[in-house]
C-alpha cells in the first residue's frame, strides 16, 4: 500500500471539480412547512394591510368608528335630558372584551353576507384574503387558549377586530370593482357603512 | 458548538450579500422578508446538506430546521459577521448535529492503492459521475472533504466543528481524495470504521 505526498492528495483541482458542481435544489419548496412553523411559532407577523387596501381599510375603519360609537360608548349618565344620546369621545373607555365580541360577532355575520351574494374574488384580492384569514386563525387559536379574564384577551380581540376590518376593506374592495364592471353584486353589501348599522 | 469561520474564502456558495434593509424587516417579523432571504439561500442551504448527508429528504429537513432556526434567532444577528456566514454555520451544525444523531460517523481510514501518476480522474469526469463518487464516501470523509475544497474551511476549523485533530481533518481529505480517484476508476472500494465522537 502506497502512501502518497500530500501535495499529490490535496489535489487542488479535485477542489475546483468539487466547486464546479451544480447547486441541488430540493424536489418541493420547504417554504410553506416553514411558513406556517413561523406562524405557529409566533415569529413572524404579516404585513397586516397592503398599500393597495391601506386607504379602504382606514376608511372602513373610521367607517365603523363613526357608526357604532354613538350605540357603545355612553357616559354613565346615558342620555341627555332631551333624548339624545350623549358620546364623550375623551373620556371614552376601551372597549370591554364582549364588546370587541360582539363587535367581532358583527363584522362577521357582514362578511357572510356579502361572500353570499357577492362575485369572487380577483387573483391579488384573494391572496390578501386569504393571508388575512390565516391571522385571524391564529388570533382564535391564541384566544383558544385564553378566557376573558386574561389580560391578553382584550388586545386579542381588538387584534381580530382590526383584521376582521381589514378583511372588509378587501371585501368592499371587491364589491365596488364587480359593481364598477356592470357584474352583479348586492349594492346593499357592498356599501361599507352596512356592515356595522 | 462553537462558531467557526473559515480563514480562506473560496467564492462560498452562500456568499451572498443581504441587503441590510431586507434584514431589519426580517428582524422585525416581516414574513415577506423571511421568504425572500429563504429563497435566496435554499439552494446553499440544501446543497451543504445533501453533500454532507447523502440524503435528499434529510437535506430537506435540515434545510427546514436550519431556516427556522435562522429566523426564530433572527433578532440576535448583530451585523458583526456577513449573515451568509452565519447562516452557514448554522446549516452546518443542524447537519452535524443530524451526523452525530444518525450516528453516521463512519469515515475513510485506508488509502486505495492506486499509483501515483494517475492523472487526476476528476478533471475529465462529468458531474454525475463525481457525484455519485463522492456520494460513496463515508459521511464523515465526505464532509471534511467538502468543506475544505468547497466551503473553504480550514483544517483547524473543521477539526473543531467535528470535535478531532487538525491531523484527522488532513488525513480525511487526503484519504477523500485517494478514495475519489479510486471511485473513478472503478477500484475496489476499502473499508471504513467507526470512531466515537467526541463532544466539543
Not at chain 2, 448583530?78 to 450516528?103: T, V, Y
Request: one cysteine or more.
Amino acid at each position: 500500500m502506497s502512501i502518497r505526498t500530500a501535495n499529490d492528495l490535496n489535489d487542488d483541482t479535485l477542489g475546483a471539480a468539487l466547486r464546479d458542481l451544480p447547486l441541488a435544489s430540493p424536489s418541493a419548496s420547504a417554504w410553506p412547512d416553514l411558513e406556517r412553523a413561523l406562524r405557529a411559532a409566533g415569529a413572524a407577523r404579516q404585513p397586516l394591510v397592503r398599500k393597495r387596501y391601506a386607504i379602504p381599510a382606514a376608511l372602513a375603519a373610521a367607517l365603523a368608528l363613526f357608526a357604532v360609537w354613538p350605540n357603545r360608548v355612553q357616559t354613565p349618565g346615558g342620555a341627555e335630558p332631551g333624548g339624545t344620546t350623549t358620546t364623550t369621545l375623551a373620556a371614552a373607555p376601551a372597549p370591554s372584551v364582549e364588546r370587541l365580541r360582539d363587535e367581532s360577532q358583527r363584522i362577521e355575520g357582514w362578511l357572510r353576507k356579502v361572500s353570499a351574494s357577492g362575485g369572487p374574488l380577483d387573483g391579488r384580492d384573494l391572496m390578501a384574503a386569504t393571508e388575512v384569514e390565516d391571522l385571524i386563525g391564529l388570533v382564535d387559536l391564541q384566544l383558544a387558549g385564553a378566557n376573558d379574564a386574561s389580560p391578553d384577551a382584550a388586545a386579542l380581540w381588538r387584534q381580530r377586530v382590526d383584521l376582521l376590518r381589514d378583511l372588509a376593506a378587501i371585501r368592499t374592495n371587491n364589491a365596488y370593482s364587480l359593481a364598477g364592471n356592470g357584474v352583479a353584486a348586492n349594492g346593499t353589501a357592498a356599501a361599507p357603512g352596512t356592515w356595522i348599522n | 458548538m462553537r462558531r467557526i469561520y473559515p480563514t480562506v474564502e473560496r467564492q462560498s456558495t452562500f456568499a451572498i450579500d443581504v441587503p441590510t434593509s431586507l434584514i431589519d424587516r426580517a428582524q422585525r417579523g416581516d414574513l415577506r422578508a423571511f421568504e425572500q432571504i429563504y429563497r435566496l439561500f435554499e439552494r446553499p442551504v440544501y446543497t451543504l446538506a445533501l453533500r454532507l448527508l447523502g440524503d435528499a429528504d434529510v437535506a430537506r429537513e435540515i434545510l427546514h430546521d436550519a431556516m427556522l432556526k435562522l429566523f426564530q434567532r433572527i433578532a440576535q444577528f448583530r451585523g458583526d459577521s456577513p449573515f451568509w456566514g452565519w447562516l452557514r454555520q448554522i446549516a452546518l451544525n443542524e447537519a452535524l448535529m443530524r451526523l452525530r444523531k444518525d450516528r453516521k460517523l463512519e469515515f475513510d481510514a485506508v488509502y486505495d492503492d492506486i499509483e501515483a501518476e494517475v492523472a487526476a480522474p476528476w478533471v475529465h469526469a462529468d458531474g454525475l459521475a463525481l457525484e455519485q463518487a463522492l456520494g460513496k464516501l463515508s459521511p464523515v470523509t465526505r464532509s471534511v472533504l467538502w468543506l475544505y475544497h468547497v466551503e473553504g474551511y480550514s483544517h483547524a476549523e473543521i477539526a473543531d466543528s467535528l470535535g478531532k485533530t487538525i491531523s484527522f481533518s488532513k488525513s480525511q481529505v487526503a484519504r477523500g481524495t485517494a478514495r475519489m480517484r479510486g471511485f473513478l476508476l472503478g477500484v475496489t472500494e476499502s473499508a471504513s470504521c467507526l470512531f466515537a465522537p467526541q463532544t466539543t
